[in-house]
């Protein structure tokens, strides 16, 4: 029997129709349904700005430059003042300023004496709960100053011009030449009238001078056998001294090389995090975001006050000190110019902004005119004019 193969079945012209016409019109719609999932942020509408408080607000301002910087004639400039003046001119906002410590700038918002607080102020989790805070305006970290090396002494490489280092060293040579004396009193009177040809022939003068230089050629291993202790009890000092001076000579080298190493890096520390930091003195602020980080790294520090930080890095009292890296930098450029070098690194990072009452209808206003304001040209130009090239983002 043959058996019939059955032919393939087709679709129908209909069929095929329809499908050539669905695709295309499928992928249109899915062309279309990106279009608008994909529409720029630009043609959006932007929300509705807040109601903004119309009578005089009172801003609270702490000097602490290059952010707020109380004149002589007691108008105030800095880098968050000037910043909110072009936001309050352009929101149209009336205000006066008034003038807080500290713990105020904070303690204002919450008791009600103040509206905003253009501080300087660094946004940390326990201040948010307390009051409400803008846009970040400036990012920066903790920083590190050192003292700065001075030109010839980079030269050198050494540091042999400073007296601090021959004052360790005068320590250091008086003590060898007081065990030198000692042992040569001792070598003389043991060798005196055994030895007398070699030990002063009777003179005690010539004597002891003789036991000086015996006792200098041992202690450095020289040893020119021009003089030599003979009685049992000479050569009983002579081997005692052998041994000591072998452990002082060492003890002198050991010193010598630690004190040149200590000069060498006194203006070129290499800290690279908190384990280098608990090898050295440190100073820092006795509040702040550097104590809180030097407390939370187990980083001992002497607290002091700005002035006193400087003055103690300057008395060599602290290797190190560690303050907010943009306070550091102008603190250098303005009022120690080549004194200290401050180190590029930093060790934690802090956001400034501006901090308002809690659900202060304030924000949403000042946050877009802020963004746009720290993008344009004279923002920069601040940056420069208190801070120079550092400051500047590249």
């Not at 062309?31 to 801003?59: C, H, N």
């Amino acid at each position: 029997m043959v058996k019939r193969s059955t032919p393939p079945l087709r679709p129908s012209n209909r069929f095929v129709t329809a499908r050539g016409f669905l695709a295309p019109l499928a992928l249109a719609c899915l062309v279309l349904a990106s279009g608008r999932a994909e529409e720029p942020e630009d043609a959006l509408s932007p929300a509705p700005t807040p109601a903004l408080p119309r009578q005089e607000l009172r801003v609270g301002v702490f000097p602490e430059p290059p952010f707020d910087i109380l004149q002589a004639d007691g108008s105030w400039t800095g880098l968050s003042v000037e910043l909110w003046q072009q936001i309050a001119t352009e929101l149209g906002l009336t205000y006066a300023w008034q003038r807080t410590d500290r713990d105020g700038r904070f303690a204002g918002l919450t008791q009600g004496w103040l509206d905003v607080s253009v501080g300087p102020l660094t946004i940390t989790a326990r201040r948010e709960q307390i009051c409400d805070f803008t846009h970040a305006y400036f990012s920066t970290g903790l920083g590190m100053a050192v003292l700065a090396k001075k030109p010839l002494e980079g030269i050198l490489g050494l540091g042999i011009l400073q007296w601090s280092l021959w004052r360790s060293v005068a320590k250091i040579v008086l003590g060898l030449l007081a065990a030198l004396t000692v042992v040569a009193c001792l070598v003389w009177i043991c060798e005196r009238r055994g030895n007398a040809e070699q030990f002063g022939h009777g003179n005690t003068w010539r004597g002891l001078g003789a036991a000086m230089w015996w006792a200098a050629v041992t202690m450095t291993t020289v040893g020119y056998g021009d003089l030599a202790p003979r009685t049992p009890r000479g050569r009983l000092v002579a081997i005692l001294w052998m041994f000591t001076s072998l452990i002082l000579v060492s003890t002198f080298t050991a010193t010598m090389a630690s004190i040149l190493t200590a000069e060498r890096l006194s203006g070129t520390i290499v800290i690279h995090g908190p384990e280098d930091l608990r090898r050295l003195r440190v100073g820092a602020l006795a509040t702040g975001p550097s104590q809180e980080y030097l407390r939370t790294n187990h980083v001992s520090f002497e607290p002091l006050l700005v002035d006193a930080l400087f003055e103690a890095l300057h008395q060599r009292k602290v290797d190190v000190i560690v303050l907010d890296e943009v306070l550091l930098r102008y603190q250098v450029r303005t009022r120690h110019p080549g004194e200290f070098t401050v180190l590029p690194l930093r060790l934690d990072s802090e956001l400034y902004a501006f901090a308002l009452r809690e659900g202060s209808p304030l924000r949403e206003a000042i946050n877009r005119v802020m963004l746009r304001k720290i993008h344009e040209q004279p923002w920069k130009d601040s940056l420069f004019h208190y801070l120079g090239s550092e400051g500047v983002e590249p």
